[in-house]
């Protein structure tokens, strides 16, 4: 009889689904033959169908199309735990909560894995960062009991979590020979997670890992928050950012270009009070070039590109010392070239606090850097040099392993999914 189980993966930037098939554990291409999706959400204007992942990035980027008509999400993740889970978001017009667009999502994930494997799946061990939400016991359980409402709405009958960067270690620990003590980093698009963990292929079936895991930590900073320090530091200065109106010379508000800079907060800027605020201000600016640029990106509702802009260039300076931002959507010859010296000192703070919860996952472990043999890094975000080379001057005597990025997670879900089910649900 057939047995399966699996382990979702719901990142804040993207997301996995990989499954325990009679045994056999595999992650299921989820998009055009990858095995990660963007966590993007696309709704056409002319039908409020959804549309996801990469196809939905693409629909939007085309604005100028028909099809380009609608209304973009990213970052849903963020959302779990917050007030606006109850408040919902107009959608084209109509009224939507986010647990229907975040079931949406999720429900295509399973729905390509039971078609892969051929039979509805029920059990699910469902991803979570050690904190939803950073010292706040009660939002971060609501935030865990959400999601869990979210899958039982979309078909799983048996949901189990885990942690996102256990479960990395336990994907990482299938190709082990021999036992390490290992810390696992996860950096991810809204968290940042840390497990100091012993690891060993003769411990992959063991049923309960709780002596193997030393300690976990966490921080609510990740790649989106990188991507928000670059566009304060390098973008929204072209915007106007800091700039002053008026007799008295005073600074504009801020606030809208610190929600033009968070991909959850985009949306709520396009509003009749904040354009006629921003025209207002226009008239009394003492730059209107760079502050009519932020009137043009919010007529224009284009401030996911904007960030879709910048995150490119964080992703270029990974290798290039300087980069042209194109922001040709605003004024058809607009660049701004940036330098990786810029961003890196533009994150040196939130850095700063990753680094420093990865020690506390090391005080609270009981253990010193020293003792650590391998570091586990997953998370897109740990391809950023300063991230590279803190945690290479932390851990100066161990083995850097940095295999399947973006994937690990989910895997790692799926062998722990094995672990807690088993062959006890029969399909």
């Given at each position: 009889m057939d047995t399966s189980?699996?382990?979702?993966?719901?990142?804040?930037s993207n997301s996995s689904i990989a499954v325990d098939s009679n045994g056999a554990i595999s992650l299921i291409p989820v998009e055009n033959g990858s095995v990660t999706i963007p966590s993007a959400i696309f709704f056409q204007q002319r039908d409020n169908k959804a549309v996801y992942g990469r196809v939905a990035v693409r629909r939007f980027l085309d604005r100028h199309s028909p099809e380009g008509a609608g209304r973009f999400m990213r970052s849903l993740k963020?959302?779990?735990?917050?007030?606006?889970m109850k408040q919902g978001t107009l959608v084209n017009g109509a009224s939507m909560n986010f647990s229907t667009i975040i079931a949406g999502f999720l429900k295509q994930l399973k729905d390509k894995?039971?078609?892969?494997?051929?039979?509805?799946?029920?059990?699910?061990?469902?991803?979570?960062p050690v904190h939803f939400v950073d010292n706040n016991p009660a939002a971060d359980a609501?935030?865990?009991?959400?999601?869990?409402?979210i899958a039982q709405r979309i078909g799983f009958t048996h949901i189990d979590f885990q942690f996102e960067p256990i479960a990395a270690?336990?994907?990482?620990?299938?190709?082990?020979?021999?036992?390490?003590?290992?810390?696992v980093v996860d950096l991810g698009g809204g968290t940042s997670d840390f497990t100091v963990i012993r690891l060993s292929n003769r411990f992959i079936n063991k049923p309960d890992r709780s002596s193997d895991i030393l300690a976990n930590t966490g921080v609510r900073i990740g790649g989106n928050d990188f991507d928000k320090d670059l566009s304060l530091a390098a973008i929204m200065p072209e915007l106007g950012y800091r700039s002053t109106y008026g007799e008295k010379g005073l600074e504009v508000p801020l606030k809208p270009y610190h929600d033009l800079a968070e991909w959850s907060k985009v949306n709520f800027l396009y509003t009749p009070k904040q354009l006629m605020q921003v025209r207002q201000l226009l008239h009394q600016s003492h730059d209107k070039m760079r502050f009519g640029r932020l009137l043009t990106v919010l007529e224009d509702e284009t401030g996911h590109a904007l960030l879709a802009a910048t995150e490119t260039t964080k992703i270029a300076l990974t290798d290039e010392v300087i980069h042209n931002a194109v922001l040709d959507f605003i004024d058809p010859d607009f660049v701004i070239p940036v330098t990786r010296g810029l961003f890196e000192t533009a994150i040196q703070d939130e850095v700063a606090q990753i680094a420093e919860s990865a020690r506390q996952c090391l005080r609270e472990a009981?253990?010193?850097?020293?003792?650590?043999?391998?570091?586990?890094?997953?998370?897109?975000?740990?391809?950023?040099?300063?991230?590279?080379?803190?945690f290479k001057r932390l851990f100066p005597n161990a083995a850097l392993a940095d295999q399947d990025k973006l994937s690990s997670v989910g895997l790692g879900l799926a062998y722990d999914s094995r672990a807690k089910f088993g062959s006890t649900v029969k399909i």
């Amino acid at each position: 009889m057939d047995t399966s189980s699996c382990g979702i993966d719901f990142g804040t930037s993207n997301s996995s689904i990989a499954v325990d098939s009679n045994g056999a554990i595999s992650l299921i291409p989820v998009e055009n033959g990858s095995v990660t999706i963007p966590s993007a959400i696309f709704f056409q204007q002319r039908d409020n169908k959804a549309v996801y992942g990469r196809v939905a990035v693409r629909r939007f980027l085309d604005r100028h199309s028909p099809e380009g008509a609608g209304r973009f999400m990213r970052s849903l993740k963020r959302v779990l735990g917050t007030s606006l889970m109850k408040q919902g978001t107009l959608v084209n017009g109509a009224s939507m909560n986010f647990s229907t667009i975040i079931a949406g999502f999720l429900k295509q994930l399973k729905d390509k894995a039971e078609a892969q494997v051929g039979h509805e799946i029920s059990c699910v061990v469902m991803g979570r960062p050690v904190h939803f939400v950073d010292n706040n016991p009660a939002a971060d359980a609501q935030a865990q009991a959400e999601l869990k409402a979210i899958a039982q709405r979309i078909g799983f009958t048996h949901i189990d979590f885990q942690f996102e960067p256990i479960a990395a270690a336990f994907a990482h620990e299938a190709r082990l020979t021999g036992e390490k003590l290992a810390i696992v980093v996860d950096l991810g698009g809204g968290t940042s997670d840390f497990t100091v963990i012993r690891l060993s292929n003769r411990f992959i079936n063991k049923p309960d890992r709780s002596s193997d895991i030393l300690a976990n930590t966490g921080v609510r900073i990740g790649g989106n928050d990188f991507d928000k320090d670059l566009s304060l530091a390098a973008i929204m200065p072209e915007l106007g950012y800091r700039s002053t109106y008026g007799e008295k010379g005073l600074e504009v508000p801020l606030k809208p270009y610190h929600d033009l800079a968070e991909w959850s907060k985009v949306n709520f800027l396009y509003t009749p009070k904040q354009l006629m605020q921003v025209r207002q201000l226009l008239h009394q600016s003492h730059d209107k070039m760079r502050f009519g640029r932020l009137l043009t990106v919010l007529e224009d509702e284009t401030g996911h590109a904007l960030l879709a802009a910048t995150e490119t260039t964080k992703i270029a300076l990974t290798d290039e010392v300087i980069h042209n931002a194109v922001l040709d959507f605003i004024d058809p010859d607009f660049v701004i070239p940036v330098t990786r010296g810029l961003f890196e000192t533009a994150i040196q703070d939130e850095v700063a606090q990753i680094a420093e919860s990865a020690r506390q996952c090391l005080r609270e472990a009981g253990v010193n850097s020293d003792a650590i043999e391998l570091v586990i890094l997953t998370g897109g975000s740990t391809e950023v040099r300063s991230i590279q080379d803190t945690f290479k001057r932390l851990f100066p005597n161990a083995a850097l392993a940095d295999q399947d990025k973006l994937s690990s997670v989910g895997l790692g879900l799926a062998y722990d999914s094995r672990a807690k089910f088993g062959s006890t649900v029969k399909i």
